[in-house]
């Protein structure tokens, strides 16, 4: 059995979890090829920072993607962004800061706050809580991550200033793909886990979303969608 133990959220659709930065975190492993036992955890609360993913390794608990991917690279010497140069790096930083802190508060009020979504959210992402748990901590999870989304500032925004802020990232991801196949060119780094985390998770899933066209209208990025997907998770057929 291996040593590293990575928890993550349940999968649903296909997808191996609906949680990007999980997902993250697993297509790191894909790609580095790390041995690891992959659990799935109900909720998030037994992590560290009382976020997923997390992972135990001897005798150590560590949380947030970012930082266990930082850790891993240097544990076990594998990193997909070793031949970029220092100006691809710091781009890279600045793609994953729009992603993480930006557009995926794009996702997370699609998911939580159109009521449209709701129900599909109380059966899939809070799908592992029993039943009973869970009629009393959706409506709380729900106003928890709507103050959240008024603290990082994208809660404050109108339905349609939040689909303006989207279609203004994802075009930028357009055109920073540009014609290459990968977004640093000839082979995968981290910056294509991260953003096929999150667009994978807006793309592949039935919860309504204005940015589902957005994607689909860039061609370049949808048939990059659908390359990443086909090298890592050919075993997952989008439904």
Known sequence: MSAIKAYHLPGRWGLVTVSPFCLKLDAFFRMTGIEHQSITAATPFAGPKKKAPWIEYQGRTLGD????????????GVD??????AAQKGAAVAIQRMIEENLYWAMVYDRWRRDENWPILKGSV????????????????RRAVTK?????????????EIEAISAKDIGALA???????????????MTDATVYSLLANIAYVPFSSPM?????????????????????YPEFTPQ
């Open 65 to 76: 993607s970012a930082l266990i991917i930082d850790f891993l690279k240097g544990e076990f």
């Open 80 to 85: 997909p962004d070793a031949r970029l140069s």
């Open 126 to 141: 809070l799908g592992d809580i029993p039943a009973p748990v869970r009629a009393i901590l959706a409506p709380y999870a």
């Open 148 to 160: 959240q989304l008024e603290g990082h500032g994208m809660g404050l925004h109108s339905p349609e």
């Open 175 to 189: 055109g920073l793909l540009g014609d290459q196949d990968w977004f640093f060119g000839e082979q995968p780094t």
């Open 212 to 232: 589902k066209p957005m994607i689909a209208g860039h061609a370049n990025l949808a048939a990059w969608l659908d390359r990443f997907r086909a090298r890592f």
